[in-house]
């Protein structure tokens, strides 16, 4: 019997209008929703660390990562998580489809994962392969807006992979928007790189 994680994992790599097919039947509920989407946030700090350290370490300047509070940049993820699953939906009214709350969610914190382990793939490329890894970058790009038209066009219920990846890039781009006015309106401090050193 075939791990159904693994099963998904292999249909969104290879097919993913079968895997949104997948999480469209998912009934994840709210603590699910709020555990998958902690889950994310976390991986998401920890990615972006080893992306910030990447580049510190391989700086031709000297350069340091600031402090910063990690449950901030924690908090500032799961707040942008909830942002762009309410943004599908509401946007997806706009476009004249009903999408469930859990549905959208349970695609976003999907595909968002896939993401990140892509990113963090395209960093060991680098980190071993050089110039190469650059390759690796351009299909992991090209695979994530595949992937994207496919998942957002699924929770539209169109076959327009053109209206899919419009809807999840916007959604995406203005829950983004969104948390960034509102980090720098409390002055939360982020992660970022310092060449004050």
């Given at each position: 019997m075939t791990n159904p994680y693994y099963d998904l994992l292999r249909k969104s790599v290879t097919q993913p209008g079968e895997a949104a097919r997948v999480l469209a039947s998912v009934k994840l509920s709210t603590s699910e929703i709020a555990q998958a989407a902690l889950l994310l946030a976390l991986v998401s700090v920890v990615a972006r660390y080893g992306l910030l350290w990447f580049l510190v370490s391989f700086s031709p300047t000297p350069a340091q990562l600031t402090d910063y509070a990690v449950?901030?940049?924690?908090?500032?993820?799961?707040?942008g998580i909830y942002l762009a699953i309410f943004a599908t939906?509401?946007?997806?009214?706009a476009m004249g489809a009903m999408i469930?709350?859990?549905?959208?969610?349970?695609?976003?914190?999907?595909?968002?994962l896939l993401v990140t382990v892509g990113s963090l793939l395209m960093l060991g490329a680098f980190y071993l392969l050089g110039g190469?890894?650059?390759?690796?970058?351009?299909?992991?790009?090209?695979?994530?807006?595949?992937?994207?038209?496919?998942?957002?066009?699924?929770?539209?219920g169109r076959?327009?992979?053109?209206?899919?990846l419009v809807l999840g890039v916007v959604s995406i781009l203005l829950a983004s928007t969104i948390t960034v006015v509102v980090v720098g309106m409390l002055g939360l401090p982020v992660m970022e790189i310092s060449t004050d050193v």
């Open positions: 449950w901030a940049d924690v908090a500032m993820q799961f707040g939906v509401i946007l997806g009214r469930p709350f859990p549905k959208a969610a349970a695609t976003y914190i999907w595909f968002n190469v890894g650059m390759l690796v970058s351009l299909a992991v790009g090209i695979w994530a807006l595949w992937a994207m038209a496919h998942f957002w066009s699924m929770l539209l076959d327009n992979l053109l209206l899919g």
